[in-house]
């Protein structure tokens, strides 16, 4: 079933130049795909657009359907309810929207709460196994702690964790691991990759790093100043990319991510 028609989606912040220019990509129910490009390639554009976001000054062009519906035509209240249950977002400092002075475990459980109608021990049991999730030690003592007692990694995990906890139809991830370090962002990587295993989440993960997108994708597009300039099935993608810029992406990160890129050889 699909679940995301992003069409000929134009973005202008200037009148002049297009930051997103001429977009056009679809996904499936439990894809995942992975959308790489250098900073300023139009990433963050493209994907605040999917969940109707704009920043003030900003124009829009193109068509996103998402579940469905024509995002122009929803009601506010109505892209609430859609971004609240159906669709979450990851931000790349999203620990940064914590409350600093209110502890992990009442932000979590006033979030869950919002949404859901559950028992205070159902609600416990879920953050700690979703702070377990994305490895987060001692996880009563960071659910007490305050967001200014962990470091910027472990509130950037308690975010990952509150978007995954609702088990979103739909998870968008703008840069969601790029501020941890590599081996806890191999294993959050994973943790995400297991959403769509165990509960059919779709992802949607834009990012600079050619070695996480190729490693974890089924779709993996590539972005060039505003335009989609490659896109398809990774393996292909990987096997034969249709442009230079793609290849010469593609060969920085051979020998990191040999088995997939052997793998898609054979
Ligand atoms: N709010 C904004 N106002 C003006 N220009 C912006 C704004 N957001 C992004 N841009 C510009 O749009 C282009 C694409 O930005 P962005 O989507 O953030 O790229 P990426 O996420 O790939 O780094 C860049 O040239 C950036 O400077
Ligand atoms: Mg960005």
């Keep these: 079933m699909e679940i995301l028609r992003v069409n000929n989606f134009s973005v202008t912040y200037d009148g002049e130049h297009n930051a997103a220019d001429h977009v056009s990509f679809s996904m499936e129910q439990g894809d995942i795909v992975c959308i790489v490009g250098e900073s300023g390639s139009g990433k963050s554009t493209v994907l605040h657009g999917v969940l109707g976001l704009q920043s003030p000054g900003a124009v829009s062009k193109g068509r996103v359907t998402l579940f469905g519906s024509d995002l122009s035509k929803l009601s506010k209240a109505e892209l609430m309810k859609l971004r609240g249950e159906q669709v979450a977002m990851i931000f790349q400092d999203t620990g940064r ?17 919002y949404h859901v109608r559950m028992s205070d021990d159902e609600l416990h049991a879920l953050e700690k196994d979703m702070l377990q999730r994305v490895h987060l030690q001692d996880v009563d003592r960071v659910l007490s702690a305050y967001p200014f007692e962990l470091s910027g ?86 096997r034969d990319p249709q442009t230079d810029y793609t290849r010469k992406l593609l060969k920085s990160v051979i020998g990191l991510n040999d088995a997939r890129l052997k793998g898609a050889a054979v």
């Design 153 to 238: 990694g472990m509130r950037q995990r308690v975010g990952i964790a509150m978007a995954m906890a609702l088990k979103p139809k739909l998870l968008l991830g703008d840069e969601p691991t790029s501020a941890l370090d590599v081996t806890v962002q191999a294993q959050v990587v994973r943790q995400m990759m297991d959403l769509r295993d165990k509960y059919g989440t779709s992802l949607l993960i834009v990012t600079h790093n050619m070695g996480v997108a190729a490693y974890m994708s089924d779709y993996l597009g590539v972005m060039q100043r505003g335009r989609l300039v490659e896109w398809g099935r990774t393996e292909d993608v990987i």
């Design 97 to 113: 929207y914590l409350n600093p002075i209110s502890r992990v475990g009442r932000q979590f459980d006033a979030f869950l709460r």
